[in-house]
């Protein structure tokens, strides 16, 4: 005997799939590619300029009211890669920062600038997102620190001063950060250097 489906299985989902938990707010700048991940980090935003504003979407659709701050997510690859760009962007100053010390050691500028970390995001997860523990060079010397890791930690040393050994303690803690904290904390501080270069 033989099975047969009396209704076709169709190819393509009618609708749009309808999720019953918050999607990953991930979207390229065309907002072509989007993320259907469930958010796993999130975190809430203040709002630049909050004011009264019109809803259009959502239950309050309609309604004037005044907005101070909305609950954003990311799924944890996401947000993970949202933590590392905001503080490469917060670092970055558009010059090689380092390029007096590594001429003094005879090695020559390259490649475009970076965000490079003093004590390894590697090695040292639990100060990798600190704003201390960046410099903005050229990628030549990011990755020659990677090998001359005395000569690193000897300019460490001398920049950091007093400092150093805290943050090397820093360093060597075990903690694992929060990202939708990250998140919120940097971006926040680049909204601050955006609004003091355009004012
Ligand atoms: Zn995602
Ligand atoms: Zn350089």
């Given at each position: 005997m033989t099975i047969q489906r009396k209704t076709r299985i169709s190819r393509k989902r009618a609708k749009p799939r309808a999720y019953k938990t918050p999607r990953?707010?991930?979207?390229?700048?065309?907002?072509?590619h989007l993320c259907r991940?469930?958010?796993?980090?999130?975190?809430?935003?203040?709002?630049?300029?909050?004011?009264?504003?019109?809803?259009?979407?959502?239950?309050?659709a309609g309604q004037v009211g005044?907005?101070?701050?909305?609950?954003?997510?990311?799924?944890a690859s996401h947000a993970k890669a949202e933590s590392a760009r905001l503080w490469s962007l917060l670092v970055r100053t558009g010059r090689c920062d380092l390029a007096d010390w590594h001429r003094s050691l005879g090695v020559k500028c390259g490649g475009p600038i970076c965000g490079c970390h003093g004590f390894g995001k590697g090695a040292y997860p639990s100060v990798?997102?600190?704003?201390?523990?960046?410099?903005?060079?050229?990628?030549?010397?990011?990755?020659w620190t990677e090998d001359h890791t005395l000569e690193w930690d000897d300019y460490l040393r001398a920049t950091w001063g007093p400092l150093y050994e805290e943050?090397?303690?820093?360093?060597?803690?075990?903690?694992?950060?929060?990202?939708?904290?990250v998140i919120a904390t940097l971006s926040t501080q680049l909204s601050d250097v955006k609004q003091k270069e355009a004012a």
């Open positions: 990953c707010d991930f979207a390229t700048p065309t907002g072509r991940k469930p958010q796993k980090v999130t975190w809430s935003e203040a709002l630049p300029k909050p004011g009264e504003i019109r809803f259009l979407t959502g239950p309050l005044t907005v101070v701050s909305e609950v954003r997510g990311m799924c990798r997102y600190e704003l201390w523990n960046g410099f903005s060079g050229c990628s030549g010397i990011n990755a943050r090397r303690q820093l360093a060597l803690a075990v903690r694992k950060y929060d990202l939708g904290e």
